[in-house]
């Protein structure tokens, strides 16, 4: 059982603790899911085998007929070769002294081309028949298999559901609490207590949420969809021509001339792209603000972090110095810590409270983050770290490239085995992707200390579902479904809360696209023949668009009430549904 004392080492507990107990816990429950289902697992495991069996036996076979099929091509071409031969040969004959040689000559390919012809036909064309004729047979077979294989593994794949790989993490770690779906209420403690807040930008909607708590401190891993404009390079080009005049000898030489062109120019592109934070509240050092980004640690040797270290001490003497100079009374000015490779590895430099940034990080936390920092495995210092008074930011590199959403679709297979070892090994994969977003969090023995105060919530919300929810809801659908018809982009969708009725909230859904229009510029260059030129540079213009669709987003229940005409989404809990009419 894991207790509080053990986060006090984190990537140590993690290794000697965690790793094997969620391996575990992830067997057992893919174990207990399988006599859930009752399905036949030795059924399952001949039918693969012999699919198996089935597919290498197409394999060999289409390697056959490939090189049957490649040798029928050589002939053709070899017949090609000599009916131009003969041609030759022909035309040669008439031309020659040597008539008999030409005449041995014509008959040797007439000969060769009718042995090619009978091959053709009476060999090689039958074999490729024959190996067609099999490969259909066994591609048939194959199909049959893999639909039987798919049959007896039916009723474990329906069990696969949402929340399958929280419900395995909590298990493991249960000081680590995740929630089902992120609820109006959990937003609104994180809102009042810890000053976060929704998202508003047109250009950011939320993909995916999932939130939790620590030791009872909320937090919330967010997945956003961002567009920007970012400055893209239009290029275009013209050719030139000139010709200039010499005279040598008393004569007059004409000399033709050719340049090309170029002119490149900038114009703003939209540009899309995912982001995934763990934003946590807590209330220890509530005045303190930092950030730092992640070091080079991961790609340095011992030798070279203790060199950059010492490198790092000019800097922060220099810092120390500046703020005694401009020291303005405030308590805030830069104070070094005894521990110089902390200092220069966290690099929090810009924090605005000293006192609070020792209260917080302790010796002891000092030695864990650069535990987590200094070292390459599991994914070394691949995070940022941003606190922000009560509210903590983390952005891991690692958890940018995995998914989290605990979709069941990604445990689905046909092969008892092959979904045995990937559902363990993508629920290990999950474990370890968020605990290393927390290890930050969790090296610091006060947050961990710190437990919040009793909030009372209200009876009751505006909403069922939060802001959040409504978005990950809508981007679960395809989103040309909520775009204008004459986007040329990808969208960016907005949910705006309208009306609760009972269990279900109406929300409307903003689409944001751009629509690409085509603009001409010319830029004017010197050419080398002394003149200026106009090169016509083609680059798109893109005009914002918005479309508006309603949406219905509620808790799961009885849906019986919604036409089979609507497109519907389910996860974690939750359901959605589009209204057409718009």
């Avoid at 004729?133 to 593994?153: F, V």
């Avoid at 009751?460 to 939060?466: A, M």
Wanted: aromatic content about 12%.
């Amino acid at each position: 059982m894991i207790s509080a004392d053990d986060f006090l080492e984190p990537r140590k507990t993690y290794e000697h603790k965690l790793h094997d107990a969620h391996h575990q816990n992830a067997i057992n429950f893919f174990d207990d899911l399988v006599k859930q289902s009752g399905i036949n697992i030795e059924e399952n495991k001949q039918t693969i085998k012999k699919l198996k069996k089935t597919n290498e036996e197409k394999e060999r076979v289409t390697k056959q007929k490939n090189k049957q099929t490649s040798l029928k091509i050589l002939l053709i071409i070899l017949i090609v070769i000599f009916s131009i031969g003969i041609a030759i040969d022909v035309f040669e004959a008439l031309e020659s002294d040597s008539l008999l040689l030409n005449i041995l000559l014509g008959v040797c390919f007439i000969g060769l081309i009718i042995l090619f012809i009978y091959l053709l036909k009476a060999k090689i064309s039958k074999k490729i028949k024959k190996y067609s004729d099999i490969i259909e047979k066994l591609s048939k077979e194959s199909k049959d298999l893999l639909s039987l294989a798919y049959s007896q593994m039916k009723p474990l794949n329906r069990l696969y559901s949402w929340n399958i790989s929280t419900k395995i993490a909590n298990k493991t770690c249960p000081l680590i609490e995740l929630d089902q779906y992120f609820r109006p209420q959990k937003y609104e403690y994180l809102h009042e207590r810890y000053g976060f807040d929704e998202n508003d930008e047109d250009n950011i909607s939320t993909v995916f949420v999932q939130s939790g708590s620590i030791l009872g401190n909320p937090f919330l891993f967010q997945k956003r969809y961002i567009q920007e404009m970012q400055d893209k390079a239009y290029t275009g080009s013209i050719v030139i021509h000139w010709t200039t005049t010499h005279y040598s000898n008393g004569k007059q030489y004409t000399e033709h001339h050719s340049q090309t062109l170029t002119a490149t120019i900038y114009r703003p592109a939209p540009v899309y792209y995912l982001d995934t934070w763990l934003i946590y509240g807590n209330e220890a050092a509530p005045n303190l603000s930092f950030s730092r980004k992640p070091s080079k640690a991961n790609s340095m040797s011992e030798k070279e972090i203790e060199k950059y270290v010492k490198g790092q001490e000019k800097t922060l003497d220099k810092m120390v110095e500046k703020d005694i100079d401009d020291q303005d009374g405030n308590g805030s000015q830069f104070t070094r810590l005894a521990n110089t490779k902390f200092e220069a590895l966290f690099r929090a430099l810009n924090r605005n409270n000293e006192v609070e940034f020792r209260l917080l990080f302790t010796p002891l936390a000092q030695k864990n983050m650069l535990d987590l920092i200094v070292n390459k495995k599991p994914y070394g210092d691949d995070f940022t770290f941003i606190k922000k008074k009560k509210i903590n930011y983390i952005r891991s590199e690692h958890i940018q490239h995995f998914d989290i959403t605990g979709d069941p679709q990604k445990f689905v297979h046909y092969d008892y085995e092959y979904a045995k070892n990937n559902f363990v090994k993508i629920n290990d994969e999950y474990f370890k992707n968020i605990f290393f977003d927390f290890a930050p969090l969790i090296s610091i023995p006060l947050y961990q200390q710190h437990k919040p105060k009793e909030y009372i919530y209200k009876d009751s919300y505006p909403s069922n579902i939060t802001k959040f929810e409504h978005e990950v809801l809508a981007n679960s659908f395809n989103r040309k479904q909520f775009m204008h018809a004459d986007s040329d982009t990808d969208a960016i969708l907005k949910a705006n809360f309208a009306i609760k009725n009972g269990k279900s909230d109406l929300v409307t859904i903003d689409a944001y696209s751009f629509k690409k229009v085509q603009h001409v510029e010319y830029v004017s260059k010197f050419g080398g023949d002394g003149k200026m030129h106009s090169i016509p540079v083609y680059y798109y213009e893109y005009e914002p668009l918005k479309q508006t669709t309603s949406m219905m987003a509620e808790y799961e229940s009885d849906n019986s009430q919604i036409s089979a005409e609507n497109d519907i989404i389910k996860q974690r809990g939750l359901l959605a549904y589009l209204n057409k009419s718009r």
